[in-house]
T-cell receptor
Framework: ETGVTQSPTHLIKTRGQQVTLRCSSQSGHNTVSWYQQALGQGPQFIFQYYREEENGRGNFPPRFSGLQFPNYSSELNVNALELDDSALYLC??????????????FGNGTRLTVT | AQSVAQPEDQVNVAEGNPLTVKCTYSVSGNPYLFWYVQYPNRGLQFLLKYITGDNLVKGSYGFEAEFNKSQTSFHLKKPSALVSDSALYFCAVRPRNQAGTALIFGKGTTLSVSS
């Protein structure tokens, strides 16, 4: 069973630039969620994708956007980067968007630094 | 606003002693409750969950958690700590009336087990 994989592991960008982070979900999982974990904080929900459509979103501005592909992999795009966007970005997959009971399976994250 | 509180930034215990990591929540209804662990430069790993039923739930690596509805608490426990338990622990809740799989996380508690 292949777990959740994220790329790249580390990334350094300049304020105002755009970034794309990638995630491959665990085998058999069709739902992907993205979380932002700032230093010293718990993860915060950005959004969730199910069957290539966004079906849940946290309190993040529209410059945070995403995609899910037919193979259930996903991308997180952030435009007009700000210094406060520096964080660990975590991707998590699950087998059913409505499985409230099911734990999420997390990747190791992408560490984004904005200078 | 819905929130999760982990009142201790750090918990220090000696190996072999029992440990408790505290969590309280302010979420309407009867949310689902989770504990995750995070090792350095890694994603989150699921430890255990409470859905319904017995107030004491058992999870991975000998951890257990006690649910107290009247105190809205879900404390993580282990009878005998190991040095390898040293990590960052997150309590998370998922409201039952919320679509999708969004989790609300606490800020995390660093557990340090000394030999």
């Amino acid at each position: 069973e292949t777990g959740v994989t994220q790329s790249p592991t580390h990334l350094i960008k300049t304020r105002g630039q755009q970034v794309t982070l990638r995630c491959s979900s665990q085998s058999g999982h069709n739902t992907v969620s993205w979380y932002q974990q700032a230093l010293g904080q718990g993860p915060q929900f950005i959004f969730q994708y199910y069957r290539e459509e966004e079906n849940g979103r946290g309190n993040f501005p529209p410059r945070f956007s995403g995609l899910q592909f037919p193979n259930y992999s996903s991308e997180l795009n952030v435009n007009a980067l700000e210094l406060d966007d520096s964080a660990l970005y975590l991707c998590a997959s699950s087998s059913d968007r409505s499985s409230y009971n099911s734990p999420l399976h997390f990747g190791n994250g992408t560490r984004l630094t904005v200078t | 606003a819905q929130s999760v509180a982990q009142p201790e930034d750090q918990v220090n215990v000696a190996e072999g002693n029992p440990l408790t990591v505290k969590c309280t929540y302010s979420v309407s209804g009867n949310p689902y409750l989770f504990w995750y662990v995070q090792y350095p430069n890694r994603g989150l790993q699921f430890l255990l969950k409470y859905i319904t039923g017995d107030n004491l739930v058992k999870g991975s690596y000998g951890f257990e958690a006690e649910f107290n509805k009247s105190q809205t608490s879900f404390h993580l426990k282990k009878p005998s700590a190991l040095v390898s338990d040293s990590a960052l622990y997150f309590c998370a809740v998922r409201p039952r009336n919320q679509a999708g799989t969004a989790l609300i996380f606490g800020k995390g508690t660093t557990l340090s087990v000394s030999s």
